[in-house]
């Protein structure tokens, strides 16, 4: 009888390796297959009948591969091991960014301008050592190209036009922008912009204003007012005594600010305490008595030197009753007749120096009372709805190609939903209480972005 080849000894091997690692396996005679949780008695039983078949059965491998045999061909195991790495998710390989990232009437915007951006947000992430999730970056890439294929039309729109954008305005967006903000490099480093790029964003929104109001969408007519305050007139309704008054308010001492390892800063001695409360009265008397000069600005008294979120708005605190602030401030406002300047007023908050508008009985407000909070309001609104409609309207207009938006193609996730908004839920003739409510534009959208986390 001709003789048998033997088992190669690579494949007696591989039997071999896995015999022994079945043997070595730390199974639990009370933890489930691959350790998924503990068995139920049943299943212990079925396992321990398991276990000599499983034995006999390893023998019988073994000795096969010690015996001459014919060799088998090996099947190839095309199941994914838990070793072998998964597939990409969906969104990861992103294309490589180009440059150009797109043009606008032929004008390209370089990949430079793209990345001063992109990778301050990048950062963000890398910063506290993580990556950027793909829908993440897929997200800043598209957002950040349209930006600026916005602001690069909004640019030759004006050079057409013969318009230049308000220097004034300018300035005094990016003075509002900064007041509050201590560490200014701090905070334009969390929000992942640049001083350049958040200015890029105050010259489009003031740009759509001045297109706007050249082409007189934002004028608000006597008629729509009249209709307004009809809308509004019973949210104004009350029964006691109301004032208009604007303010200048001087903190003592400073205001209270962490310390730079976050810390409160410690409680201030009672000298320190005479000392700020003296320099207040000091700088209250002398803004007294240029409040009370002829010819005195008290409104730009405010904005220069009063705290608080009515110093944008010349220290204007709107139309209130008694019981709306606090009783040293009511007590001295209420005394007063309109065009009235009080002496300071101290309180919690600081010292004040009140000046009385205008003084109205209990009952229905009148119209003039809320003419120019009815004109902003209608202003904001129609300043909202010619931004989305001027927009559009530029698209249409210039011809862009947006090689970003190619190479990203669509979001795997697909499109977002809208969000469902039920009128019947919203309140009828909401109250026009902000007198400088600022309307989403292109600073506003990007400033309310996340600044980090996963939704960033």
Known sequence: MPQMSPLGSDARSGLQSRAADALRSPRSATTGPYGKGPLRVGQEN?????????????????????????????????????????????????????????????????????????????????????????????RYRKSITERLVYNE????????????????????????????????????????????????????????????????????????????????????????????????????????????????????????????????????????????????????LAKENSVGPSADKGGDLGIFTKDRMVEEFSVAAFKLKPGEISKPVETKFGIHIIKILAKYPPGDLPKEALADQIKERLSQRKLHQGRRELKDALLAKYTVKNTMEELLGPDPRGPKRPPVVNPAEMPAGHPPVDLKAKTAGPAAEAKAEPEGGDGD
């Open 46 to 138: 079925r396992m321990l009948r398991f276990v000599p078949r499983v034995s006999l059965g390893l023998c019988l491998a073994l000795a096969v591969g010690c015996s001459p045999s014919t060799p088998t061909p090996q099947k190839t195991d095309e199941k994914a091991t838990p070793e072998q790495p998964a597939k990409a998710a969906a969104g990861e390989g992103l294309p490589a960014l180009p440059d150009p990232i797109a043009t606008v009437n032929e004008v390209a915007i370089p990949l430079a301008q793209f990345k001063d951006i992109y990778d301050l947000k990048v950062k963000k992430y890398t910063d506290r050592g993580r990556e950027i999730p793909p829908s993440a970056d897929r």
């Open 153 to 300: 039309i909004l640019r030759q729109e004006a050079k057409a036009r013969g318009i230049e954008v308000d220097a004034a305005k300018l300035a005094e967006r990016e003075t509002q922008q900064k007041q509050g903000i201590k560490d200014w490099d701090k905070h334009l480093q969390r929000r992942g912009e640049t001083e350049q790029s958040l200015r890029d964003m105050y010259i489009a929104e003031i740009l759509e204003q001045q297109f706007l109001e050249k082409d007189g969408k934002l004028a608000v007519t006597d008629a729509e007012v009249d209709e307004e305050y009809e809308k509004i007139k019973p949210n104004y309704k009350s029964e006691g005594e109301r004032i208009h008054a604007s303010h200048i308010l001087i903190p003592i001492g400073p205001q209270d600010q962490p310390t730079p390892t976050g810390e409160k800063p410690p409680e201030p001695s009672q000298e320190d305490k005479d000392k700020w409360r003296k320099e207040a009265v000091a700088k209250a008397d002398e803004l007294y008595k240029k409040a009370t000069a002829p010819g005195a600005d008290f409104a730009q």
